[in-house]
């Protein structure tokens, strides 16, 4: 059974904060792991993909991945309502299917 | 350019009729997706198109019919629909189909209702 498992939230934290999202997955072999946002009534719009275990740092999102843990999180700095979304966790699995977590709403409040 | 597009936005359609859904990307990429997406869930898997085969096809019911033109256009036919078919369709693609490290990019959707 291929999951991917996130908190569904809401998950609200002040302007300026850090927001830190979280994902495990059931498949130790996967080797690709993605961050989309999306905006209520939108379509998914890709933030971050790691492949490697560490840390990957775009602007304001940092990506870390343990695949030991099976474990994959974002972390927002300095969050703005803008980023007020729902966050969907992706990992591809064994036959090539991009399987996503439940997804967590982020609320940034003023 | 990472550009996937879709048409149309929105449809509205009875279950008699027949209608499709159309896909654009001209990226160069040679895998495209569909996916259906319920409101507070996130996308479910469709169909997967490799080099303009059916590579995988998550048992969809088939009055949905994919349909890969060329290597830039994806269409999904639809026939004798039922409302709960009513969801957002969204397109995708990526380079290849791989097992590693493939981005799929995702288009805008289209919001479909089946009355």
């Known amino acids: 059974q291929k999951e991917v498992e996130q908190n569904s939230g809401p998950l609200s934290v002040p302007e300026g904060a850090i927001a830190s999202l979280n994902c495990t997955y059931s498949?130790?072999?996967?080797?690709?792991f993605f961050w989309y946002r999306q905006y209520s009534g939108k379509s998914p719009e890709l933030i971050m993909f790691?492949?490697?275990?560490g840390d990957k740092e775009d602007g304001r999102f940092t990506a870390q991945l343990n695949k030991a843990s099976q474990y994959v999180s974002l972390l927002i700095r300095d969050s703005q309502p803008s980023d007020s979304a729902t966050y969907l966790c992706?990992?591809?699995?064994?036959?090539?299917?991009?399987?996503f977590g439940q997804g967590t709403e982020l609320s940034v409040k003023p | 350019d990472t550009e996937v597009t879709q048409t149309p936005k929105h449809l509205v359609m009875g279950m008699t009729n027949k209608k499709s859904l159309k896909c654009e990307q001209h990226?160069?990429?040679?895998?495209m997706y569909w996916y259906k997406q319920k409101a507070k869930k996130p996308p479910e898997l469709m169909f997967v198109?490799?080099?303009?085969?059916?590579?995988i096809n998550e048992s969809v019911p088939s009055r949905f019919s994919p349909e890969c033109p060329n290597s830039s256009l994806l269409n999904l036919h639809l026939h004798a629909l039922q409302p709960e078919d009513s969801a957002l369709y969204l397109c995708a693609s990526s380079q290849e189909v791989a097992m590693g490290q493939e981005t799929q990019y995702f288009g805008p959707g289209t919001r479909l209702l089946v009355l």
């Open positions: 990226m160069g990429h040679r895998a």
């Open positions: 992706a990992v591809i699995f064994w036959g090539g299917k991009l399987i």
């Open positions: 498949d130790r072999g996967s080797q690709s």
């Open positions: 198109y490799s080099y303009e085969k059916l590579s």
């Open positions: 790691i492949y490697s275990n």
